[in-house]
C-alpha cells in the first residue's frame, strides 16, 4: 500500500468503517499501517514515530496497554477493537438521546392534551 492509502485507510478504521480493500482483513490493514509507522524497525512504536499519524498519536496512551511507553504489533491491531468499542459506544448514546427526545416529546404532547 502506498502511504496515502495506509493513512486514508487508518482514517476509517479510527472512525469505525472498516475498508478491506483487496480483501484485506483490519488486522491486515493495521499491521502495514505499523510497519510503516515503525521508522526504526524495533517492532515497537514510540510516541514521536506515532506523531507521524495524529489519531494514533492522540490514542497512544489507550493503545499502550502495559505502559512501557511503545506501542506493540499486538497493542496497535487492538485499534480495530477500540474503534468498534467506541463506534458501538456512540451508538448507544445516541439511542438513548433519541429515546431521551421522543419521552419529552411524549410528554409534551399529554400535557397539552390535558
Same mark, same amino acid.
Given at each position: 500500500?502506498k502511504v *496515502?492509502?495506509? @493513512?486514508l485507510?487508518?482514517g476509517f478504521?479510527?472512525?469505525?468503517?472498516?475498508?478491506?480493500?483487496n480483501? =484485506?482483513?483490519a488486522?491486515?490493514?493495521? %499491521?502495514?499501517l505499523f510497519?510503516?509507522?515503525?521508522? #526504526?524497525h524495533?517492532?515497537l512504536l514510540?510516541r /514521536?514515530?506515532? *506523531?507521524?499519524l495524529?489519531?494514533v498519536?492522540k490514542?497512544?496512551d489507550?493503545?499502550d496497554?502495559?505502559? #512501557?511507553?511503545k @506501542?506493540?504489533?499486538?497493542?496497535? @491491531?487492538?485499534?480495530?477493537h477500540?474503534?468498534? *468499542? =467506541?463506534?458501538t459506544e456512540v451508538c %448507544?448514546? /445516541?439511542? %438513548?438521546?433519541?429515546q431521551?427526545?421522543? /419521552?419529552? *416529546? %411524549?410528554? =409534551? @404532547?399529554t400535557a397539552r #392534551? #390535558?
Amino acid at each position: 500500500m502506498k502511504v *496515502k492509502e495506509i @493513512i486514508l485507510t487508518a482514517g476509517f478504521l479510527v472512525t469505525g468503517m472498516v475498508a478491506t480493500e483487496n480483501a =484485506w482483513s483490519a488486522a491486515d490493514i493495521l %499491521r502495514d499501517l505499523f510497519t510503516h509507522l515503525d521508522s #526504526n524497525h524495533d517492532h515497537l512504536l514510540s510516541r /514521536q514515530e506515532a *506523531k507521524a499519524l495524529p489519531a494514533v498519536e492522540k490514542m497512544f496512551d489507550a493503545l499502550d496497554q502495559d505502559r #512501557n511507553k511503545k @506501542i506493540s504489533m499486538e497493542e496497535f @491491531i487492538s485499534l480495530n477493537h477500540l474503534a468498534n *468499542k =467506541w463506534q458501538t459506544e456512540v451508538c %448507544r448514546t /445516541q439511542q %438513548r438521546a433519541a429515546q431521551s427526545d421522543c /419521552q419529552q *416529546k %411524549r410528554e =409534551w @404532547i399529554t400535557a397539552r #392534551n #390535558n
